[in-house]
């Protein structure tokens, strides 16, 4: 048997899509009445034999489990897909006006800018409090200066050199603005830096630009799927830096609004860009993938940075090199040391830094800022890249308008990019657009041990350090009029039960005058066709815990309103609690989203239950 997918299976009886002169249309696929898929059995076709209407995508490799990520591809190409599923949830295209979103920002040549067209270095418009004349004050003198604008966070530009700072205390309000669905804030990647000079600054090294072309609506294995969405402000033949969700990111498809020519670039340290043909604004939703390892992996046992190959491996000024491995050599690791063993300790090194007072100045700025363990995301960022590419260890500094964080480069079997966050320190995070989108969660928690310091950051779901937040997207999207999930306990399960209740399927009535139970429900996927088996286990237990060994579990296809709509199975306990079953969802179900649920429906020993 396959290992259980979650507590809580979301299955989808799959809808499939026809772009028609009339619109979209949504046509059910039963087996009986449609002619068998082609010989790789991916596609199925009308009963004509013509028009595809869906397509099997093939299953992440190393998901432990996970549902597989699907694309709708009716038309296999370049043009944008009407919709992607992600662990059964529906990402829908995004809009395709030249409307800003509220909050919403421009991608120009110069970086970051407000939607109104202000300059980076302009203030906010507003209507400034009239500063009271003192009571004392000469009605002849001249009127005090104005205040000198706020000056923008020089994340929002788009530069190729950065310097370091020794503004090392906690940051006041960041904004962020969510591009991708599912979004990656705070990891947007704006800008990627890889090289350093002789005075530490970090750098854009010399490369060529690298054209990208679409490469078709296609979900490969270990891979994962994000739209994007942003409006641009266009040059002809100009190159506008384009956000990107990992460095390995590939582009699959893209449309522009209103329709302008538009071809696709990165350089060397893989920051994207888009160039125009045309002038003007300009709307791009584009769907971009990233291997599922970027997010988090485990890192080798058995390599060195011996293993980096020749042509990765960083050069950088003599004084620099000297002056990370010697700090280096203080946290005990060195350029020989097993690589999972070095990267370990300086990310739990620079993890541990907290905003506050900066150090006392010597004339290197890098050992102020490292051996002084303080600083927010920027601080911390640069003095892990610095060592990591004295020691030679490839690395960047990758910065959005509101965090900066690092990615490093693993040798070994299977090679590649992993994205490194080492926290930071600010007031508030505003996150702008993101309420439209859906959290991404990494598959695989990342490999890095977790010091106080970092831990107390992403506590309650912080993000960028940011001791609050708003408008975080929601971990899971609620479809229109779905109400909210019901409370816990003897009141939320017996209202439940209640709304469940459905005339094709008898319901075990909530009993309190019986000790309650819990029952578990694992599945081992998430989205379905009409006729497909999924294995389903689980356990019920009684309120202290304990196997509950007599009684019946059914087995129940709920729709997004509550009720019941099929009875795929009963079966019975063991003498564990535990159930285990192989059904297969009904050839005539209607498609849609539906809930696995399991119901114990009791005994005179003990009341019912209802899974999670």
Known sequence: ????????ARVVALSTLLTAAAGLTV???????????DERGEVSRTPDGRAILHRRLPTAAGARGQGPIFLYDPVRGGSLPRELLRDGQSLPTPRRDTTPAGGEAVYAEAGVLPADGRGPDDPAPSTPEPTPTPPDADPDAPPAPPASPARVDPRRLSTDAVNPDRATQMEGRLDYH??????????????????????????LRPSTLTELRPVGNQVDAGREVFWGSLLVDGRAGVDVPLPSVSPDSRILSAETVPDVGVRFFKDGADNYYVRAATDGRFRLVFVMDAPTRYFGRELPTNATLRDVPRDMQPAVPDAVGRAARTFASTLGVSARTPYDVLVGKLVAYFRAFEPGDPPASTEDIYLDLATGRKGVCRHRTFALVVTA?????????????????????????????????LGGGAEELVVHAGQDKVRHRPRTRDPFDRPDAYA??????????????????PATRRRPGTPPAEPSGDDGLASRLSRLLD?????????????????????????????????????VVDNVG??????QVQLLLVDDEGRAVALLGVTALGADGRYAA????????????????????????HGPSVSD
Do not use: C
């Open 582 to 605: 192989e059904l297969a969802l009904p050839d005539d179900q209607r498609p849609g989203r539906y809930d696995l649920v399991a119901e114990f429906t009791g005994t005179p020993a």
């Open 178 to 203: 969510a591009v991708f669905d599912p979004s990656i804030v705070p990891f947007k990647r704006n800008r990627a830096f890889d090289g350093v000079g002789a005075d530490y600054t970090l750098q």
């Open 546 to 551: 304990r196997p509950v060994t007599q009684g």
């Open 389 to 421: 590419l004295g020691l030679g260890l490839p690395a960047r500094y990758v910065y959005n308008e509101a965090h900066v964080f690092a990615e490093l480069w693993v040798p070994g079997d299977e090679p590649g990019w992993l994205r490194v966050d």
């Open 503 to 539: 005339a094709r399927v008898r319901r075990a009535v909530p009993d309190q005058r019986r000790p309650p139970t819990r029952t578990s429900l694992s599945a081992d996927a998430s989205l379905l066709y009409r006729g497909d088996k999924v294995e389903l286990t689980g356990q």
């Open 27 to 37: 046509f059910g696929m039963a087996q009986a009445q449609t002619p068998p898929p």
């Open 1 to 8: 048997m396959r290992p259980p997918r979650s507590a809580r």
């Open 456 to 473: 107390r950051q992403i506590a309650g779901d912080q993000a960028a350090g940011a001791m609050r937040t708003q408008g975080m997207p």
